[in-house]
């Protein structure tokens, strides 16, 4: 699970080690999914898909409720 998926990078090394034990499947969940892929991962559940500019920041707040906000910047 990552906040917001950029380049892949983060969820890339994350199942690094899982790799070594080679699992059936590996499934990832993302709150944003920017689509500026750089490495070879997809997203198997997104909660928002957002085309943004590589100079665009997200900004995810969860606070457990009602609150919860993604902003664009």
């Known amino acids: 699970v ?8 983060t969820i890339f090394y994350a199942v690094q080690p899982l790799l070594s034990v080679v699992p059936k499947k590996v499934e990832v969940a993302v709150l944003v999914d920017r689509q ?3 490495f070879p991962i997809k997203a198997d559940f997104v909660g928002i898909s957002l ?4 100079q665009e920041h997200i900004l995810v707040e969860l606070e457990g ?5 993604v ?3």
């Open 65 to 69: 409720g009602k609150n919860d906000a």
């Open 36 to 38: 500026h892929k750089s």
């Open 51 to 54: 085309a943004t500019t590589m």
């Open 2 to 9: 990552d906040d917001v998926a950029n380049t892949g990078r």
């Open 71 to 73: 902003y664009l910047m």
